[in-house]
């Protein structure tokens, strides 16, 4: 049987149609790739809000819709509507979309709908170790016995190693820096890709670690006159705030990269950064450590607060953070892309065969060089290299700068 299940309707509009027979207590099965989600059919109650999904019916012969509000339930994708329909009632499911969808007011709002599209292009963790069940699991096959939470255990581990490294995971956000000059670290973050400003023609601008100019002190006790650290009545260390915190957020860039050289406590700038209308950044930059060369400002890992800490120049820029996660945030409904299914199989098999005593050398070595193989596939295959790319790419370095 074919893959999709959907029809066009369903995957792009987000919508699915009945038509009602007369009578109550009429149920009505959608068939959605997206799971609907219910909290209430009252748009007066809280959990109405949970719900990803709304719910229209038209007369026979009626062209516009209203939205249904009178009671229902929903278990397991099927709608059961308790009060009496007419005959030939159109019933519409629509789920929440980013414009609002095409019945009623056009206010279902949310993003159920974009949430499904590009779905066909993964598969979830789920479906991963039920495929292997049946495919490696049995007599006869290469794994005669095998527990689904061993599969699932080393299922979770193969999509952590490949999230890594391998698979496209890179996740990002938009955030604005406060006059606090930090941002909390993302739930599922596992390590930072890059982190950016975004400037008003929406072109990023990288922003670098300030990992050889300051520091976020893990512990900052207190200390007394001997410089003992001083304790509080529950006997633990009392923790005060960071001064080299503090004075990282107050400190002049244009003196660290080498735009002034003056201490500007002691002199007056303007606003071209000119003191006395002298431009002073001019020759400057000679012997600069190409480090701290950096006109985009700074940002530090803050691991006692579990924020990223900004210097002072970005408050109030806009930034995208680009960050891996392990691909484990959401359980078995994590997503995998299909070219790198195979090398996930890959994984999980030699996993299990050497986890196990007893079991023939040769066998786990063979397994081990699959699981390399398939693994280099699947590194290849989500590179995305395209020969037109590499082309435009050769071009520009053929270029000849004439004066």
């Known amino acids: 049987m074919g893959l999709i299940t959907e029809s066009n309707q369903q995957y792009y509009a987000g919508s699915q149609k009945f038509l009602s027979s007369a009578g109550a207590g009429q149920t009505f099965t959608t068939t959605f790739d997206t799971d609907l989600v219910f ?48 005959a ?47 495919a490696y699991v ?16 080393h299922a979770k581990r193969g999509l952590q190693e490949f999230s890594y490294d391998t698979l496209n995971s890179v996740k990002s956000q938009e955030l604005n820096i406060p006059p606090s000059l930090s941002v909390v670290i993302p739930q599922d973050y596992v390590n930072y890709v890059k982190m950016s400003w975004i400037d008003n023609m929406g072109i990023k601008r990288p922003i670098y670690p300030a990992n050889n100019l300051t520091i976020n ?3 900052t006790p207190l200390q007394d006159d001997l410089g003992t650290p001083t304790q509080d009545n529950f006997g633990e260390n009392t923790e005060g705030t960071s001064i080299t915190e503090e004075r990282w957020s107050k400190a ?46 700074w940002f530090t ?28 945030a959401y359980d078995l409904e994590t997503k995998i892309p299909k070219m790198a299914e195979e090398a996930l199989y890959a994984h999980i098999s030699h996993a299990i065969i050497a986890s196990r005593i007893n079991q023939p050398e040769y066998i786990v070595r063979r ?33 000849w700068i004439k004066h």
């Open 39 to 86: 909290g209430s059919n009252d748009p007066l109650q809280t959990n109405y809000a949970l719900n990803n999904f709304k719910l229209y019916t038209a007369l026979p012969g009626v062209l516009t819709y209203t939205e249904y509000i009178l009671p229902y339930t929903v278990a397991n994708n099927i709608i059961t509507i308790n009060g009496n329909l007419t």
């Open 88 to 134: 030939n009632t159109s019933i519409v499911v629509q789920l929440k979309s980013l414009n609002g969808g095409q019945y009623g007011n056009r206010d279902a709002f949310g993003q159920a709908v974009e949430d499904n599209y590009d779905s066909y292009s993964y598969i979830k963790l789920n479906d991963v170790i039920n495929n292997f069940q049946v």
């Open 138 to 153: 049995g007599t006869g096959k290469l794994i005669p016995s095998c527990k689904r939470t061993d599969i699932i255990f």
């Open 217 to 219: 002190p893990y512990s």
């Open 252 to 297: 002049n860039d244009n003196l660290i990269n080498g735009r002034d050289i003056i201490d500007d406590s002691a002199f007056a700038f303007d606003a071209y950064g000119r003191f006395d209308g002298v431009d002073r950044s001019l020759g400057q930059q000679y012997g600069i450590d190409p480090q701290y060369a950096n006109m985009n400002g």
């Open 301 to 328: 890992i803050n691991h006692r607060e579990g924020k990223f800490s900004f210097s002072n120049d970005l408050v109030d820029k806009l930034i995208v953070l680009e960050y891996i996660s392990d691909g484990l």
């Open 367 to 399: 397994l081990k060089q699959e699981r390399s193989s398939k693994l280099r596939n699947a590194k290849i295959r989500l590179s995305n290299i395209k020969l037109d790319e590499i082309v435009q790419t050769m071009r520009g370095k053929s270029k």
